[in-house]
């Protein structure tokens, strides 16, 4: 049988300023995840390990709504 092999890039520094930033600008997880080219979960993981809390899409859309009614 063929085995799959796990393919894993090390987070290098820079990476973890650039989560930090995007954290900072309130980007979403998804987002976060796009520019970083890495899966959610290790984004949610380094994310957490490093304290970070990305609001949920959802949570984003809230926000969102909750801005355009009270224009």
Do not use: Y
Not at 1 to 23: F, G, P, S, V, Y
Not at 51 to 69: C, D, M, P, W
């Amino acid at each position: 049988m063929n085995e799959r092999q796990l393919i894993t890039r090390a987070w290098q520094d820079a990476d973890l300023e650039k989560l930090k930033q995007l954290h900072a600008e309130g980007a979403t997880l998804l987002r976060a995840c796009a520019a970083m080219k890495r899966p959610m979960a290790s984004v949610k993981k380094r994310a957490r390990e490093l304290g970070l809390h990305f609001a949920s899409v959802r949570e984003v859309r809230r926000e969102i709504s909750a801005r355009e009614q009270t224009q």
